[in-house]
Structures are given as structure tokens and as C-alpha cells.
């Protein structure tokens, strides 16, 4: 079975909405799109190839669809290592509205996400990549579909706009398999799908308390007066 990889670009306070222009996305009265611009450098540019080096399809959600299909078909030189491959391999799109799609190469799902996508990641030849797509993203890790998470972090506060986790996310582990930051400050980190999250506690067992006197626990926190 082909991976299933998410590649997402978020602020430090999370926002992932519109990274690549101001008029990428102005739902809800966002008006700071293309804040990912000032810090595409060499760095960043090597690292988005790396990972189109690795694709065999695309599954997009519809408003990165419309985005993607409104520029990417004009970009029509053959050496461009992102438009050669999002214009010439398959693309599928989440949505239950979309019908009769432009762009050449591209197919709707809307069934059942879990069946689809488990099929397309099976008969993928290579990586199955999402770009963008945060609200379809959600929807696949609460579906344990994602099998790999590109994190872009970039160092940036916009105070609005859509943000990638929100409260009532599913709870899920990662395990951290790579990272790099580049020259303009972008935090690159990788990571595989885990499961669930474990949990613990640093406090100490009442009778570890009882044996140190009852004054100061683990990190030097004090438990008692």
C-alpha cells in the first residue's frame, strides 16, 4: 500500500489559510494571504522538490483544488518539477459539490472518504500527497489515514484566519522522523502517524512524597509547604 503524505504550511499560532497570496483565500474576511512568500528561499524550494520527487497522485480538498487548478495549468514549462507533476499525474478531489472539473487528469470522490482513499493509497504508485487541504487533512487523521506529516512552521503571527488544529481535534501521536530549518527561519519537521497519545505524570507516588519529607518533587516543584 502507497503513503498517504500531508504536507502543510502553518503560522506559529497555527493559521494555515491562504500562505501563497492575498487573494489565495479570503473567506471569512482574511485580507493576510501570501504571508509564505517572504521566506520562500533556496531552502524551502529544495525541500518542496524533494517532496514532488516522491508523488504518484494528489488528493486535494476543494478549495485548494480551485486554487491549484486556477495556476497550475498555465505553468506549462516541462522542466518545472511542480507543474510537470501536478499537471501530468492523477488528481482526486474531496468534494460533493464539484461535477464537471477543467483540469485534465482530475477525478471526484464522494463516497465514503475512509473506502475511497484507503483504494487510492492502494493503487498508488508512490506517495499519495496532500497539499494544503486542512479541513480534509482533519478529516483523514481522525481516520487514521495519514501515514506521514510534513509540518512547515513558519515564524509568523497573524492573530486570524483558519487554523489547522482546533479544539475538538482527534487526539494523536506522531513520531518525529526529521527535520531541518532553512536559511530564512522556516521550521521543517516530519512525522509518522503513532496511534494515540500516551500519558503520565511527574508527580510523585505518595509514598515517594512521604520518603523526600513531603518538600519538593520531581524538578525541584515543591508538593507541599
Known amino acids: ?54 508523488v504518484g497522485a494528489f488528493l486535494l480538498g476543494r478549495r485548494t483544488y480551485d486554487i491549484f487548478a486556477s495556476h497550475w495549468p498555465k505553468m506549462t514549462d516541462p522542466a518545472d518539477p511542480i507543474a510537470s507533476r501536478l499537471n501530468a499525474l492523477p488528481k482526486y478531489v474531496a468534494s ?13 470522490i464522494g463516497g465514503d472518504l475512509a473506502k475511497e482513499v484507503t ?4 493503487q498508488t504508485d508512490g506517495e499519495l500527497q496532500v497539499h494544503g487541504s486542512g479541513a480534509l487533512v482533519r478529516s483523514l487523521l481522525a481516520l487514521d ?22 479544539e475538538g481535534a ?22 509518522d502517524f503513532a496511534g494515540r497519545p500516551d500519558y503520565g505524570s511527574y508527580e510523585l507516588p505518595d509514598n515517594a512524597q512521604r520518603a523526600c519529607g513531603g518538600r519538593v518533587g520531581t524538578a525541584g516543584r515543591r508538593l507541599t509547604p
Open 119 to 122: 483504494a487510492l493509497k492502494e
Open 1 to 54: 500500500m502507497g503513503k498517504l503524505v500531508s504536507t502543510m504550511f502553518v503560522t506559529l499560532d497555527g493559521v494555515y489559510q491562504a500562505p501563497g497570496g492575498p487573494q489565495e483565500d479570503t473567506s471569512g474576511g482574511f485580507d493576510q494571504g501570501g504571508w509564505s512568500f517572504p521566506y520562500g528561499d533556496d531552502d524551502f524550494g529544495r525541500f518542496v522538490t524533494e517532496v514532488f520527487d516522491r
Open 170 to 191: 482527534t487526539p494523536t501521536k506522531f513520531r518525529h522522523t526529521g527535520g531541518r530549518i532553512t536559511a530564512a527561519g522556516v521550521a521543517i519537521q516530519t512525522y
Open 145 to 166: 489515514l495519514v501515514d506521514t506529516l510534513h509540518l512547515l512552521t513558519f515564524p509568523v503571527v497573524l492573530g486570524a484566519g483558519r487554523r489547522f488544529f482546533q
Open 96 to 108: 460533493s459539490t464539484l461535477t464537471a472539473p477543467d483540469w485534465s487528469g482530475t477525478t471526484v
